[in-house]
């Protein structure tokens, strides 16, 4: 497309909103994923706990039908086919059980930052991004240097990674200085007032989004306990219902090999 071509202080007013707006989104994105990861450190083994348990009861489930389906052929129980043919319908549910307990172990050694370091990484960041932020300045998006920069300082802001952001900032500062100039100092590749409304409609929706229903369990000493408590409960009521498939489950192999003795 053409480009835009704006006065001074026209520029100047667009650039300021797009800043504004993109470091707003930025932040309600990382505000997501801080309250995932918390929410993970802190009911982690309880939710691990409370999923295995959803997936025993899927097994044992299988288990019975697949028995009462060889009952009905008047056909005989192979334990080592049965369990082979559901082994393989359940590597999805052990491939989430797996993404869980790792979700968790990266959790659990995640480094927890201060208020000082939090607002250090916060505005390390914002000085990256208002040079290099590629809605703002799509004329850098082919500078694979630059993008190589930007997708490690957006990693770093997520994992509040203070070091990593430093030693970026000083080799963008580096590079900036060999390619950056007063080219397109009034002109927009993209229309300003259309991106605007773009990202304004993109942060509706981040706010929108459930993962900051979570924060009503993880603020609060109460909140947590509440949390606690629900998930204990569940995991109480999923052990007696495992214990009411297993009781059905011998039911139905000691009905299948009565009906194969006569």
């Known amino acids: 497309m053409k480009d835009i071509v704006k006065s001074k202080d026209e520029h100047y007013e667009y650039t300021h909103k797009l800043q504004k707006l993109l470091?707003?989104?930025?932040?309600?994105?990382?505000?997501?994923?801080?309250?995932?990861?918390?929410?993970?450190?802190?009911?982690?083994?309880?939710?691990?706990?409370?999923?295995?348990?959803?997936?025993?009861?899927?097994?044992?489930?299988?288990?019975?039908?697949?028995?009462?389906?060889?009952?009905?052929?008047?056909?005989?129980v192979d334990l080592e086919q049965m369990k082979s043919e559901i082994d393989q319908q359940m590597n999805e549910y052990?491939?989430?059980?797996?993404?869980?307990?790792?979700?968790?172990?990266?959790?659990?050694?995640?480094?927890?930052?201060?208020?000082?370091?939090?607002?250090?990484?916060?505005?390390?960041?914002?000085?990256?991004?208002?040079?290099i932020h590629p809605d703002l300045h799509p004329w850098l998006a082919d500078n694979e240097d630059v993008s190589l920069i930007w997708h490690a300082a957006c990693l770093a802001y997520e994992l509040n990674d203070l070091e990593e952001l430093e030693n970026l900032e000083v080799q963008l500062n580096f590079l900036m200085e060999e390619i950056e100039?007063?080219?397109?100092?009034?002109e927009f590749t993209f229309d300003p007032e259309k991106r605007i409304e773009r990202i304004q409609e993109q942060i509706d929706e981040l706010n929108q989004d459930p993962v900051f229903d979570l924060c009503k369990w993880?603020?609060?000493?109460?909140?947590?306990?509440?949390?606690?408590?629900?998930?204990?409960?569940?995991?109480?009521?999923?052990?007696?219902?495992?214990?009411?498939?297993?009781?059905?489950k011998r039911e139905v192999s000691e009905r299948s090999r009565s009906c194969l003795i006569h």
């Open 23 to 76: 470091m707003k989104r930025d932040t309600l994105k990382k505000k997501m994923i801080t309250i995932k990861m918390d929410y993970i450190r802190i009911f982690g083994e309880l939710r691990m706990e409370e999923f295995n348990l959803q997936v025993q009861i899927i097994r044992l489930k299988k288990e019975i039908a697949w028995i009462v389906r060889k009952q009905n052929a008047h056909e005989a």
């Open 94 to 131: 052990k491939m989430q059980i797996a993404l869980m307990a790792k979700e968790y172990a990266l959790v659990s050694d995640a480094k927890e930052c201060s208020k000082e370091e939090l607002s250090k990484i916060r505005h390390i960041y914002h000085r990256i991004a208002k040079r």
């Open 181 to 186: 100039s007063d080219e397109q100092d009034y």
């Open 218 to 248: 993880i603020d609060t000493e109460e909140g947590q306990e509440q949390r606690r408590s629900m998930l204990n409960q569940n995991i109480e009521t999923l052990k007696a219902y495992i214990d009411s498939l297993e009781e059905k």
